[in-house]
């Protein structure tokens, strides 16, 4: 059974795959860190080019590619999520200004599959969480559907129990 502790309180941004369209927007956010959901077939590795471009010389932004095949719930049950979160743990660090651009496709269902875990294990109970995951990204909070938050939970009691 694998000891885990809860996630570091981060600045989350939401969004969608960035591109040259977005590039300037999130290169005002000074992000430190590019958070990748996307598979290899949907051309998640051309992401970390664009996520070197989102930082500055003294800040660079770095890339972390979390692959997921898709946001459909069973391939969202298939999904070491244990694993995903415990690689962005480890990427983050230590780092208590880091900011996270957290993106998928359309920035929908895995992004806000895995933004709501995140933020449940950053302390907040389900009612902040959704209303933090609303303020974030409103399209996301509508639209991440009822049975992704529900499986969330499912996914954090497993790993509050040790399971993945």
Excluded at 24 to 48: D, K, M, N, V, Y
């Amino acid at each position: 059974m694998q000891d885990f502790t809860p996630f570091p309180k981060v600045q989350l941004t939401l969004g969608p795959r960035p591109g040259k369209k977005s590039l300037l927007r999130l290169q005002e956010l000074r992000l430190t860190h590019c958070c990748t959901l996307l598979s290899e077939r949907e051309g998640a590795p051309a992401i970390e080019k664009i996520s070197a471009r989102l930082g500055t010389e003294d800040q660079p932004c770095s890339w972390i590619w979390l692959p997921m095949e898709g946001g459909n719930l069973e391939v969202l049950r298939q999904t070491d999520i244990l694993s995903l979160v415990t690689s962005l743990k480890a990427a983050i660090g230590d780092a208590s200004d880091a900011h996270v651009y957290l993106h998928c496709s359309a920035g929908i269902h895995r992004t806000g599959f895995l933004a709501y875990i995140l933020l449940r294990l950053m302390g907040y109970d389900p009612a902040a969480a959704l209303a933090a995951l609303a303020a974030l990204r409103a399209v996301t909070a509508d639209q991440v559907g009822d049975e992704r938050i529900t499986l969330a939970e499912e996914v954090l009691v497993n790993l509050n129990s040790g399971s993945s």
